[in-house]
């Protein structure tokens, strides 16, 4: 295959993974915008997301297609419910200081890696694709369902935009985000806006993980990888911009697509890496984001 | 109607009001004088459950304020404007005014009796409030907790950084809820403003109630202020 078709391939699979890392990293974003706490578990909540689809697909094995859909609606809501717990049980307890909480969370990775582990053991699992179609172009062929994943995403990308920007509870949380004990002097209760946005931070990465899994298995241990790109993101993109997190899960997605098809998927990394020490040294607010409070 | 009975607040292990008193009724303005660090602003949070009392009472007509969560107190009606505004600033002015309509039932009447108090904040209802002027901002402030209308204002130092029409153009909205029966509670540097509109001073000394007194007492007597604030009043 020529450079131009490779290139193109590339683009595809940079798309994609943007796509995926643009959702994940959203929750991690919208976590820390709100609450100002550093989620080192959100990873695992992706892990989740992904292997709670194989286990909800495994119910209607003659069905993959509503299995499917049954994963896509209820994973996510099943996370949710444990981060709703993690945050009453744990995070509620911290008073969530932000020092505080990011042991606590590292604390929960460990604990949802090994349960899962204990539970569903160590091997991966294949997820199949709802939808089976391949785009022929002339140079390849081109899975159809990765073509689904980005248009879900977008899906969720816009329904999470609308939510903040033009919804009650999106207006609650942006007030909140900003001061939260004024919030409070005006009858909004701060404590369960915190658990809803936890809750909602963690359901953007499951509903991402059950998107992803018949893409790449489900395993016990596939949170670190999106759990590291969305911490690139966020502060590349600015730790409380939501555009922000956008625009930098498509540099990063694509750059790792690019560099990935072309050289390594190390080499991608490395690069990640150094993209956000030099972010670090010269905004370390990120591209878009605003002074931090 | 509030009563704040001998309450004791820290922060930390530093003890910031110790056994203050206060009471306030229907229509009255109290006015708070203190130096700085006295813990005028501190009496103002434990009323909205901001800072917790880890002893004492404070009831509004009745009902007990302390065991309440923070955010069901406003509900009680209380309004709150912090020192230094503290807006939403990324919000419009229009989203700061529904935030505090949060808990009405009746929001657009109560949005629309509030802007007509406050006709400027209807020309700038998109705008972003961190880029409104100091005097507007004071405005939107007192707009944002009015729209919960409230029996009791706590106002925390509301003519700070403003100049003189502005100043006036608040302390006349204190005037127009005085007549319409909101009490207030004022903390105020600005003395001989602040007495304009005042029922009844009280001095705020090491997180104590040191001393009430009417207005005309604290213009007879200025060694009070000397005293308690550092500074003199005109006769």
């Not at chain 1, 890696?113 to 539970?119: D, E, K």
């Not at chain 1, 890496?273 to 931090?292: D, E, S």
């Not at chain 2, 434990?46 to 800072?51: C, F, H, R, T």
């Not at chain 2, 919960?148 to 909205?173: A, N």
Request: proline letters at 4%; a positive charge; glycine letters at 10%.
């Amino acid at each position: 295959m020529s450079l131009g078709p490779h290139l193109l391939l590339a683009i595809m699979e940079g798309t994609v993974s943007a796509f995926v890392l643009a959702v994940t990293a959203l929750g991690l974003s919208l976590v820390f915008g709100v609450m100002r706490i550093v989620n080192v578990a959100h990873g695992e909540f992706f892990m989740l997301g992904a292997v709670l689809a194989w286990w909800l697909t495994s119910l209607v094995p003659e069905a993959p297609f509503w299995g499917f859909m049954l994963a896509l609606a209820v994973a996510p809501l099943l996370v949710g419910t444990i981060a709703i717990v993690a945050d009453r049980f744990v995070l509620q307890r911290l008073n969530y200081q932000p020092e505080a909480t990011i042991v606590a969370t590292i604390g929960l990775l460990y604990i949802l890696q090994q349960a899962v582990l204990s539970i569903y053991g160590p091997e991966a699992r294949p997820v199949v694709a709802p939808i089976n179609f391949r785009i022929v172009l002339p140079w390849f062929g081109y899975s159809g369902y990765k073509l689904v994943v980005v248009g879900a995403a977008i899906l969720l990308l816009l329904a999470a935009w609308y939510g903040v920007t033009r919804t009650r509870f999106g207006l609650i949380m942006r007030a909140t985000q900003f001061d939260g004990e004024i919030a409070q002097a005006f009858g909004i209760p701060v404590k369960r806006v915190y658990a809803a946005v936890f809750a909602l931070g963690a359901m953007l990465a499951a509903a991402a993980g059950v998107l992803v899994v018949p893409l790449q298995q489900a395993h016990y241990l596939m949170g670190l990888d999106p759990l590291l790109l969305s911490f690139v993101v966020v502060i590349i993109g600015g730790l409380d911009s939501l555009k922000g997190t956008i625009v930098a899960a498509f540099i990063i997605g694509l750059s790792d697509g690019i560099i990935s098809v072309f050289f390594s998927p190390t080499l991608a990394k490395i690069i990640a890496t150094l993209a956000v020490a030099l972010v670090l040294v010269f905004r370390p607010n990120g591209l878009f984001g605003g002074k931090v409070r | 109607m509030l009563k704040v009975d001998r309450i004791n607040c820290f922060y930390g292990h530093v003890q910031v009001l110790r056994d203050f008193s206060l009471d306030l009724a229907p229509g009255e303005v109290l006015c708070l004088l203190g130096r700085n660090g006295a813990g005028k602003t501190t009496a103002l949070k434990a009323i909205m459950g901001l800072v917790r009392a880890r002893s004492g009472g404070i009831t509004l007509d009745g009902i007990d304020l302390v065991g309440m969560a923070a955010h069901e107190v406003p509900k009680q009606g209380i309004g709150y404007t912090p020192q230094g505004r503290r807006l939403f600033s990324d919000l419009t002015v229009d989203e700061n005014l529904q935030v505090g309509l949060m808990t009405r039932a009746k929001g657009a009447e109560t949005r629309e009796r509030v802007l007509g108090l406050f006709p400027l904040l209807r020309e700038r209802l998109h705008q972003r409030a961190g880029t409104l002027s100091g005097g507007e901002q004071q405005m939107l402030a007192t707009a944002r907790a009015l729209c919960l209308e409230p029996k009791v204002m706590l106002l925390d130092e509301p003519t700070e950084g403003l100049m003189p029409i502005m100043i006036s153009k608040i302390l006349d909205i204190v005037a127009t809820l005085k007549e319409a029966g909101v009490a207030t509670i004022l903390v105020e540097q600005r003395v001989e403003s602040a007495l304009h509109v005042a029922d009844r001073v009280a001095f705020v000394e090491n997180g104590r109630t040191a001393e009430v007194v009417s207005p005309d007492h604290l213009r007879a007597d200025p060694s009070l202020l000397h005293h308690y604030v550092g500074v003199g009043v005109r006769k």
